[in-house]
């Protein structure tokens, strides 16, 4: 690839060289030639700067980017000036397309276009052609590509963000609504409440679980306590057991699920 690289940026220094040479002619001789011959000349060779570089970003740059050399996106991505490039052309696309106000270089959380014209534009790109006079025409067909590839992307992720809001969900609390509410609802102190409920409820039910576990066995005088993996139900079930035993004058062994004992009182 670097070796394409170089011939095409040697092509070029090459090429603007003669430009800049040929513009300082001009420059020296400003004051010697007709004005209106001055500004044909460097007209011409504003001209010629354009046609250099249109010319050249179509040549084949090789590195595997497919039998004619174009580059992906993504490689393009990588050389900021022909990004820049890229990027240059499809802003003036977008004007063209949706209007003034609307700009590739718009920050995410705007949409390229308003609500419901996404379908529209989309058909504008797909059937997008260069004629003369359009935004798309003074460009390499490769540039032009990029350009209108860059749109639709932006295009395609602002109406994807668009669906996930809308995108309808409901909470296990009952509530139905948008995954854009979703926020507001998790704050919202009915939702809360019911939190606070399921965990209440949550909790009696473990407790309950525990009072049945926590006594293993009984003997006469003797209440076997299990050893349960600790947690808070278990450590309330537990010295509920405990205060009913010395209510009752028995003694206590702890005991694990395997039977073992572990110590007396
Ligand atoms: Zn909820």
């Excluded at 993996?229 to 004058?249: D, S």
Aim: with cysteine; hydrophobic share 35%; glycine share 8%.
């Amino acid at each position: 690839m670097s070796g394409h690289r170089s011939s095409f940026a040697q092509a070029s220094e090459t090429i603007q060289k003669d430009l800049n040479t040929m513009m300082a002619v001009l420059e020296e001789n400003q004051d010697k030639i007709p004005e209106g011959e001055y500004l044909r000349g460097m007209n011409a060779l504003g001209s010629l700067h354009n046609q250099k570089q249109n010319i050249l970003q179509n040549q084949p740059r090789g590195g595997g980017g497919g039998a004619n050399g174009w580059l992906t996106l993504d490689e393009v991505k990588e050389d900021d000036e022909l990004y820049e490039q890229v990027l240059a052309v499809a802003d003036n696309i977008v004007i063209e397309l949706c209007g003034e106000d609307s700009s590739i270089y718009l920050n995410d959380n705007y949409n390229l276009v308003h609500r419901g014209e996404e379908g529209e534009i989309f058909q504008l790109l797909v059937n997008y052609k260069p004629e003369e006079g359009n935004a798309g025409y003074e460009t390499s067909p490769m540039i032009l590509h990029l350009a209108l590839q860059t749109i639709m992307v932006r295009l395609f992720d602002d109406t994807y963000h668009e669906l996930e809001i809308v995108r309808p969900v409901s909470c296990q609390c009952g509530w139905r609504g948008s995954q854009g509410n979703w926020d507001r609802h998790i704050s919202n102190p009915r939702h809360q409440r019911w939190v606070i409920t399921q965990r209440r409820e949550q909790f009696e039910k473990s407790l309950e679980d525990a009072r049945q576990r926590i006594v293993a066995r009984r003997e006469e005088g003797i209440v076997y306590i299990d050893e349960l993996h600790e947690t808070p139900a278990v450590k309330i079930a537990r010295e509920e057991a405990l205060a009913a035993a010395e209510a009752a004058g028995e003694r206590v062994v702890f005991t694990t699920a395997s039977g073992v004992l572990s110590w007396f009182n």
